[in-house]
């Protein structure tokens, strides 16, 4: 691993099931973020953890949970996926100060 | 509520032409601003501005911040049909006691033609 891992790159999945989008990092950064990119508006925050144990809400965390069990791992959580969440997901970490580093996206389509 | 609005939103040109970007911002506890290049996955890095006035280049691509009008600039020289992508602005901004959080504009789609 080098860098961020996101998992898996694609998936269909139908409305209502219960997703788990993962992302894994080898930085040892302390903050890690997850952002959803729609056509128009940009990447925006969904939620972010400064540093492990703990958690905020973003500028779009409805229908999204996450948790930060240890320093590396950030997994981002739809409980009953819906049409409208159907979008392009990136994690990302950051060591304040350096800048941020992307993971590859996972492309997710709700039907 | 943090605010980054880029502007324009798409642009077409000819290889060769020199292009500008424009990123105005509001935020609160500004940190940092950033630019990235967004061909078909992820962002990638572009330049980190911090202080007013200090140009940071890179090649054909360079970038300047005012933190008094509240505004950064992109410029592209002579493009390259390479350069086609999305142009992202982002604001980094906080307290450094709590953290940092990125807000991104809706991003720039540029397309050069040969």
């Known amino acids: 691993i080098a860098g961020i891992t996101q998992a898996p790159t694609s998936q269909i999945l139908a409305a209502g099931r219960r997703m788990t989008l993962r992302c894994t990092q080898d930085m040892r950064h302390n903050a890690m973020y997850w952002y959803r990119q729609d056509l128009g508006l940009g990447l925006r925050l969904i939620h972010y953890?400064?540093?492990?144990?703990?958690?905020g809400k973003g500028e779009v965390p409805d229908g999204y949970s996450v948790s930060r069990a240890n320093t590396d791992d950030f997994p981002l959580t739809l409980a009953s996926a819906v049409p409208s969440q159907t979008s392009v997901y990136f994690c990302?970490?950051?060591?304040?100060?350096?800048?941020?580093?992307f993971g590859s996206g996972t492309r997710l389509t709700v039907v | 509520e943090d605010k980054v609005v880029q502007s324009p939103l798409s642009l077409v040109v000819h290889e060769g032409d020199t292009v500008t970007l424009n990123c105005s911002y509001e935020v609160t506890n500004f940190r940092s601003l950033l630019w990235y290049k967004q061909e078909k996955k992820a962002p990638t890095f572009l330049f980190m501005l911090?202080?007013?006035?200090i140009e940071k280049k890179s090649g054909r691509l360079s970038s300047i911040l005012d933190k008094k009008e509240l505004f950064s600039i992109l410029n592209i020289t002579a493009t390259q049909t390479g350069d086609s992508a999305i142009y992202l602005c982002a604001v980094e901004a906080g307290l450094w006691a709590s953290g940092s959080r990125l807000t991104f504009g809706e991003g720039t789609q540029l397309t050069v033609n040969p």
């Open positions: 953890s400064n540093t492990a144990g703990t958690t």
């Open positions: 990302a970490s950051s060591d304040s100060g350096y800048g941020y580093t």
């Open positions: 911090t202080s007013s006035g």
